[in-house]
Each structure stands twice: as structure tokens, then as C-alpha cells.
């Protein structure tokens, strides 16, 4: 038998707990009913609805946990719920601010009231267009305003005339030129000519141009009335426009102010608008009969002005009509736009122009009042996203503005829409690894995220634990229109959880790998002209995944076959082991055999480790590797000081190497040189070590295992061959049925350690020895052999400090 009597091998029962289907208490997931709740995800769920029905500032929750456990469907569920209970929210527009035209004025209506409203400012803009033109070609308003133009010429032509019949008294006529109004001496009855009036005598020019200028002083101080006479007309003409606007405006604001009668803020705004209306009506009405395209540029005065047709309408950028319920937003492209909303521009004659018709409400607009689900990588990854989501949180509002601005790269004139007030709560979901890098770099995001739903990676196997997963099982199957499962295939399921939790006692909780492979045996079941889908289904769709993703382990194999990867399965050697690793492919993965080999001569006590001397090995590799050399200080050196260097090497591996998983491997390699004792290499091995020679556990025990086995059956299984193991890893084992089947069969062994020893006397089979009461080590022992060496090595660095080496 292969390792000492004092190593038992673990038995075939031992290395895979089956489910019984029969305990399951079902024939097929037809029979069992729909699961509510999320699978052994207790904690999680108590923060989840701890944080949502919290109404207080900065319980937001983070949902953490490997991806796939369920995250999202379980913030769903529960936040879904809430929602449903809770009324829906406020609708949102913007509309224009006639005194503020850069920043349109947010206006809140109850919900389905904001379309409503939309609908009556379109028709109210559609109508005033022709109402404010018809109301000034009417000819009512003609006639008056012929009237008031009438009036201002009467006036005019009545002061000339009093001056002109006080100048002709004089012999003076006032006449009118293209220039002007001026005065001429009258002849005969007639202005005089003026080449007439210089060929006068200078003296009669001298009188008469005196007697001109002075009722040219009374012209000119006539007409400087004229300007005060037509500002006085424009504004009775404006009175005139505005009486006929409001007239016409309050006639077509009717039916909005009725539909808005218990909203004053809506009712106020109406008010601005009239007022507006009032104000510009000639502006409109000019505007109303150009054509399409027409600017209008005394009223659009800047970019940012609507045209004057649209500057009435409303913009409904949050329309609740018709939810119900609170809102539940998941926003799969969370950019800084995406969720706090944008300007949007228009090219127009060259020139970038917008209004308030462009703004685009964000998420935030959108689940405002109820709750967004955000994932914390994506929005992480859109630059300033982060910052636009804590801005909106911080202050409860929600800003509108461009990543542009908040950077100050932009000084062109733009909108600044007012902001409107958050409520909303927000559920971020992402791996651990995100949330404690932003507890521990962000001071805002625990403030933010008070409540963290940490969820789990597995669940306890028991048997309650099973039936609700066979529950989960017969749901997801009627959800996505899939065959039964009959009890034997949900068993296998269960089982193969417990192998993707590497643990018997336990169950994954990745629900997505659950999900797929539930499809995949659904199809195999249809190929298969099953009505029902059984464990052989399920199996063949285990298998097709690994043959799927094994062409990497495959080539591997076919080289250590072919001799080109040196990996021995057979006889002994010194100073060599064989270690165990695991190669990830996808979310596949797979064991493989690496040589271990160890060197050691006289030295200062240095155990070298290759792959960190060339930078191939990572820390924690390298941590194991030093562990190595405190255990041998504290066995064997106590009273001598340690003198070998050794060097210690993964043969043929060309890319990095991490973990410590293979250091209970290298401490065997290192003690086989020291000692000289042969290492069976018919015996993989994995397990990390502490410096007193404890065997600690480590992971992919399962892919390890089945790779050393793998290896050693390509030239047959000869009985002797097998995997040592950490013992408190036993647990762990739901190893494939080939592998199972040979252990029983004794074809193949698996040896479970808890120290150093242990390893030792299983891949040596020679004793590995206790110290006695002398201090010495049992004779012929491992122990033994490598204390030897190390003295001998000591007193061989005694001798050359003594200038002695032949002693």
C-alpha cells in the first residue's frame, strides 16, 4: 500500500455527497410552485428593505457580491414591491421664463396632469399664432388704428398751419421742402423764388430775412413736438395692441386655466405668459405671418430663445400618466448626460442655437419620487459621472448641465434650467471589491450609502435549503417556457452547486450559472425527444460546458503524454515534487501537475525562490516560499546556525505564479534534497504550510485533484497513484464520478494531512519521526536525514572559518 500505516486515505464516500431524489419529495418541477423569494439571501434582503422603507438622507444601499448571485433580480424584486405600494410621482416640464429666458422655469403637476397641460399650450400657441393676426387685421382695430395716425397728421398739419397764418400777416410763407420746413418772403401772393429773393437789394434781404428767421424759430420750435407727438402715438398704439392682445390671450387661456384651476404655481405661470403675450404682441403677430424659418430677431434676441411660435409650449420631461406606482429606473448606460440630464443644440444659419424645448430629462428626472438601480463600475467608468450622482444626492436636486461646464471648458451662452428637487433612492450594485475601494477613497460614499447588502456566494446545504431550491428550479423552468426537470435532475443540479461552492455542506448562490445551465438541459432534453428533462440531461449538459472550454486542458495533457511538459507520475526522485495549480479559462477551469524542484548546497541560509527572482512570482507566492525558510530555522536550527542556500523552482512554467497553495509541495521538494529521501512522484500535492508545519487549506482542491488524475491516466492507473491533500479540505471534495469510481476500484488515492509529517511519511513512506526527550530524531527518519545534513553543512562553515576545509 502507497504512504506509511499512519496516513489513511480518505474513501470513495467520502469524496462525494450525493442528494438522494427521493428526499426531494417530487416527481417534476411541474408539481412544486412558483418561488417568491431570493434563495438564502436573508442579510442581504433585511438591508434591502431596511434602506428602501428608511426615509432619511444618505440610506442609499450597495448591493455586493460576486456577479451573478442574484444582485439586481433581488433589488428588483424587493424595490418593485415597495413601489408598488407607493403613489406615483409628480410629472416634470420646463417652460419659457419671459424674464429669464436662459433659465427656463421648472414647473411640478400632480401625475398625468403634466400631458394634460402640454397639450393645452400647444393648442393655446397653435391658436394665439392666427388669433393675435386676425385680432390686428381686424377692421375694427384698422379703423382705430387709422384713426390714431390720423389724429398725429391732423396734429402736425394743424401747428404748421397756425404758425404758417401768423407768417403770412407778415408777408412770410412757411413752405415744405424734401429737406424740411422753411420760410420764404410771399410776392404777389406767392412764396418768392429764392433766386429772386438774392437778386434783392442787401437791405431788403437784410429785412426780410430778419422777419424769416424769426417765425423760422417758431417752425423749428413747432416741430420739435413732432418726436413727443409720435412717442405719444406709439403708446396709444401699443395701448391699443395690448388691449386688443388681452382681450384675444384671455379669451384663448380660458380653457388652460380652467383645466389648471387648483395649481397655482401652473395658474401663475399662465399669468406670465398673458402678461408676455400683452407685452410682444405686435412682435407675434408680425412673427405669425412670416414663414417657417422666420427668426424673428426682435424678439429672439439670443441664442437660447425659442422662436416666438414655440415660446408658449410647454416640455414635458417627466410624464408619470398612466404608472400607478412609484418609479423603479434601471439605467443601463449611466453617463454624466444619462443621468442628470441634457442641453441639447441645433445648428441654425451656422450657429448652435437651443431653447427650452431641448432639454432631456436623466434617469435621475425619470426616477424621481421612486427609486434607480445603477451598477457602480459603469458609472465609475463614465467620466464625471460619479461626481454628478453625489452632487444630485448631496444637494437633492437635480442640476442640469453639461460634463463641459462642471469643468469650466465651456464660456458660451447656454441654458441653466432651473433645478428640481431630488427624492429618490439609489441602489448601486457591484463587486466587493469596488465598495471597499470607494469606502476607503471616497469620504462621500459611505455618507451616501449607508446601507451595504452584502450578499452571499453560497448557501447552506440542507435539506429545507434544497427544496427551495428545487422551488427556484420549477420557477425559472415556467418562466422562460422550459421542460420540467424530474426530481433526479434537479438532485444533480444540487450537487453540482455544491461543487461550484467547493464545499458539500453548502450550495452556490450563483443564480446565473444556475439559470444557464437549466437551459442547456433543456435543450439537450429536446434533442433528446424528452418531454421531461432528466439527471442524464443535466450530466451531458456538465459535460458539454467542460468540453466546451477544455481545448487548453486537452493541449496540456497531450504534451505531458508526448513528454514535452516533464511532469512524472511514476518511481521517486530527490529534491522533486509534483504541485497542483489551477488554470482558469472563462468560467471554466481545470488542474494541472507542475514539477517542483529543490537544490540545496552550503550557503548563509538563503532558500532562493527562482520565480521571484526573476519577477514571475507574485507576493504571495513569494510569502510562502519565506514561510519555508522560518520553518526550518525553528526545527532544525535552534542550536546551529542555518549554512545551505537553496533554490526552489516551478519547472517549465513561463508565466506568472501566485498563491501558496504549492508551498507544502516545495517544503517537501526542499526536505527530500536535504535529507536525500526519494519523493514519490506517483503523488500530486497541494496544500500551503504555516512555519510550524501545520497544513493549511486552499482552493480548487476539486480541479486539482481531477488534474493529477487526469495526468496519471494517460499512461493507465497502476494503483499506487493518487493526490495528498489538507485534511480540513476534505469537505470540500465533489469530485467527477471517474475519479470516484477509481478510488473505490483502489486505482487511485486520496490522502488527506494536517502537518508536514504527515505529507512527508505519505510521499516518502519512510517515517518523517519525532524528536525524543534527547532531542535527537527518530533514527532513519526523515527528520532525522535533514538534521544531519543541516549540521553537517554547519560544521562544513565552521571548518572554512577555521581555515579548515579538508576537516
Not at 435621475?364 to 459621472?385: D, S, T
Amino acid at each position: 500500500m502507497v504512504g506509511a500505516p499512519s496516513v489513511r486515505e480518505l474513501p470513495a464516500a467520502a469524496l462525494y455527497r450525493a442528494t438522494d431524489p427521493a428526499g426531494l419529495g417530487f416527481s417534476t418541477t411541474a408539481d412544486l410552485p412558483d418561488l417568491d423569494d431570493i434563495v438564502g439571501q436573508d442579510r442581504a434582503v433585511e438591508a434591502i428593505v431596511f434602506a428602501i422603507g428608511l426615509e432619511a438622507d444618505g440610506y442609499n444601499v450597495f448591493a455586493l457580491g460576486p456577479t451573478g448571485t442574484g444582485k439586481l433580480t433581488t433589488l428588483r424584486t424587493y424595490i418593485g414591491r415597495l413601489a408598488a405600494e407607493r403613489p406615483a410621482p409628480s410629472d416634470w416640464c420646463y417652460v419659457f421664463e419671459p424674464g429669464a429666458p436662459q433659465r427656463p422655469h421648472a414647473l411640478r403637476l400632480p401625475p398625468g396632469l403634466g400631458a394634460t397641460f402640454r397639450d393645452e399650450m400647444a393648442r393655446f400657441a397653435a391658436d394665439l399664432r392666427g388669433a393675435l393676426g386676425a385680432a390686428f387685421e381686424d377692421e375694427g382695430f384698422r379703423a382705430r388704428r387709422e384713426r390714431l395716425d390720423e389724429e398725429l397728421k391732423e396734429r402736425r398739419e394743424n401747428a404748421l398751419e397756425a404758425v404758417d397764418a401768423l407768417a403770412r400777416a407778415e408777408g412770410i410763407a412757411v413752405v415744405r421742402t424734401p429737406v424740411g420746413v422753411g420760410c420764404l418772403p410771399i410776392v404777389d401772393g406767392r412764396p418768392m423764388d429764392p433766386d429772386a429773393f438774392h437778386k434783392l437789394p442787401e437791405a431788403d434781404q437784410a429785412r426780410l430775412r430778419e422777419r424769416m428767421e424769426a417765425f423760422e424759430e417758431k417752425v423749428e420750435e413747432t416741430v420739435r413736438k413732432f418726436p413727443r407727438w409720435e412717442r405719444e402715438q406709439r403708446r396709444r398704439v401699443q395701448e391699443l395692441e395690448r388691449e386688443t392682445a388681452l382681450r384675444t390671450v384671455e379669451h384663448l387661456l380660458e380653457d388652460p386655466r380652467r383645466s389648471m384651476a387648483g395649481q397655482p404655481e401652473v395658474l401663475a405661470h399662465l399669468d406670465r405668459v398673458q402678461a408676455d403675450v400683452v407685452e410682444h404682441a405686435s412682435g407675434l403677430a408680425a412673427a405669425s405671418a412670416a414663414p417657417d424659418g422666420d427668426l424673428a430677431p426682435a424678439l429672439r434676441s439670443t441664442a437660447v430663445e425659442p422662436a416666438p411660435a414655440r415660446r408658449y409650449e410647454v416640455n414635458l420631461i417627466v410624464d408619470n400618466a398612466g404608472t400607478g406606482h412609484a418609479p423603479v429606473v434601471i439605467e443601463d448606460d449611466p453617463g454624466y448626460a444619462d443621468l442628470v440630464g441634457r442641453v441639447e443644440y441645433t445648428a441654425t444659419l451656422g450657429a448652435l442655437t437651443t431653447d427650452f424645448h431641448l432639454i432631456r430629462a436623466g434617469a435621475l428626472h425619470r426616477a424621481n419620487g421612486g427609486y434607480l438601480i445603477l451598477e457602480a463600475l459603469k458609472v465609475l467608468q463614465q467620466p464625471l459621472a460619479w461626481e454628478g450622482l453625489k452632487r444630485a444626492l448631496r444637494s437633492r436636486q437635480i442640476r442640469i448641465g453639461s460634463p463641459a461646464q462642471a469643468l469650466g471648458l465651456v464660456t458660451t451662452v447656454s441654458l441653466e434650467p432651473e433645478p428640481i428637487p431630488l427624492d429618490v433612492k439609489v441602489a448601486l450594485v457591484g463587486d466587493r471589491r469596488i465598495y471597499t475601494l470607494l469606502a476607503a477613497a471616497d469620504p462621500d460614499f459611505l455618507e451616501l450609502f449607508k446601507i451595504a447588502a452584502d450578499f452571499e456566494e453560497d448557501v447552506p446545504r440542507t435539506p429545507e435549503t434544497c427544496g427551495v431550491y428545487a422551488r427556484l428550479v420549477a420557477t425559472l423552468a415556467r418562466r422562460e417556457g422550459l421542460r420540467p426537470l424530474d426530481a433526479g435532475a434537479v438532485a444533480r443540479l444540487i450537487e453540482e452547486g455544491a461543487r461550484l461552492a467547493s464545499d458539500q455542506d453548502r450550495i452556490s448562490a450563483h443564480m446565473r450559472t444556475f439559470s444557464d445551465l437549466i437551459h442547456e438541459t433543456d435543450s439537450l432534453a429536446g434533442e433528446a425527444g424528452r418531454a421531461v428533462a432528466t439527471a442524464a440531461d443535466v450530466e451531458s449538459a456538465i459535460e458539454g460546458r467542460r468540453r466546451r472550454a477544455g481545448r487548453a486542458r486537452e493541449r496540456l495533457l497531450d504534451a505531458v503524454e508526448r513528454g514535452l511538459l516533464l511532469v512524472q507520475t511514476t518511481g521517486a526522485a530527490v529534491g522533486q515534487a509534483n504541485g497542483l495549480s489551477v488554470v482558469f479559462t472563462g468560467d471554466q477551469a481545470f488542474g494541472m501537475p507542475s514539477r517542483i524542484s529543490a537544490t540545496v548546497r552550503l550557503g548563509a541560509g538563503d532558500v532562493v525562490d527562482i520565480e521571484r527572482e526573476v519577477e514571475l512570482g507574485g507576493p504571495i507566492h513569494s510569502k510562502g516560499v519565506l514561510i519555508l525558510s522560518g520553518f526550518l530555522g525553528g526545527r532544525y536550527a535552534r542550536d546551529l546556525p542555518l549554512s545551505l542556500h537553496a533554490s526552489l523552482v516551478f519547472e517549465q512554467t513561463y508565466g506568472g505564479v501566485e498563491g501558496d497553495s504549492a508551498s507544502l509541495a516545495e517544503l517537501v521538494a526542499l526536505l527530500s534534497a536535504l535529507g536525500d529521501v526519494p519523493v514519490r512522484q506517483s503523488i500530486g500535492v497541494t496544500g500551503s504550510v504555516d512555519q510550524r508545519g501545520d497544513v493549511q487549506p486552499v482552493g480548487g482542491v476539486n480541479e486539482k485533484v481531477e488534474g493529477f488524475f487526469d495526468a496519471c491516466a494517460l499512461h493507465h492507473l497502476r494503483g499506487d497513484q493518487g493526490v495528498v491533500i489538507p485534511a480540513v479540505n476534505g469537505r470540500d471534495l465533489m469530485l467527477r464520478r471517474d475519479v470516484v469510481d477509481a478510488v473505490a476500484a483502489g486505482r487511485f488515492h486520496v490522502w488527506p494531512v494536517s502537518t508536514v509529517d504527515e505529507a512527508l511519511e505519505a510521499l516518502t513512506g519512510v517515517r518523517a519521526g519525532r524528536r525524543g526527550r534527547s532531542g535527537a530524531w527518530t533514527r532513519g527518519s526523515v527528520n532525522a536525514a535533514v538534521e544531519a545534513r543541516l549540521r553537517a553543512l554547519a560544521e562544513t562553515t565552521r571548518a572554512f572559518a577555521r581555515g579548515d576545509p579538508g576537516a
